[in-house]
């Protein structure tokens, strides 16, 4: 499978920015699609995830409340709006596909990454 991220940028404090994941190369829903981001110097960390049939969806401590992630299987695409953005936000983001998993926090368990966007937050 195929990731290409696309949407990232460099935007103010409170802004809304909204990232979006293109899939192709296996059955987009045969995968649950998870994003993930990692700021300079840090370990990557989950952000949030979707189910395969998007009914469910789960999402991090830092960032609940103010991201939503959604995907639209008919277009194999999953995105990411982000509200309220803090400088904290900052890093590139990932998206991620693991197979017939729900959700999972973990990067091992995901075995196919885009090459992530950068996303910038600026006070």
């Known amino acids: 499978m195929q990731l290409a991220e696309s949407g990232g940028g460099l935007v103010q404090v409170g802004d809304s920015l909204r990232v979006t994941c293109v899939a192709s190369?296996?059955?987009?829903?045969?995968?649950?699609m998870a994003w993930f981001r990692q700021a300079l110097g840090k370990e990557r960390e989950f952000v949030a995830s979707?189910?395969?049939?998007?009914?469910?969806?789960y999402y991090s401590e830092a960032v609940k409340g103010r991201f939503t992630i959604s995907r639209d299987n008919t277009k194999n695409t999953v995105s990411l709006q982000m509200n309220s953005l803090r400088p904290e936000d900052t890093a590139v983001y990932y998206c991620?596909?693991?197979?017939?998993?729900?959700?999972?926090?973990?990067?091992?368990?995901?075995?196919?990454w885009g090459q992530g966007t950068q996303v910038t937050v600026s006070s």
């Open positions: 991620a596909a693991a197979k017939y998993y729900t959700h999972s926090e973990h990067p091992s368990t995901y075995e196919y």
């Open positions: 190369g296996r059955p987009f829903t045969n995968y649950a």
């Open positions: 979707i189910d395969r049939s998007a009914r469910d969806a």
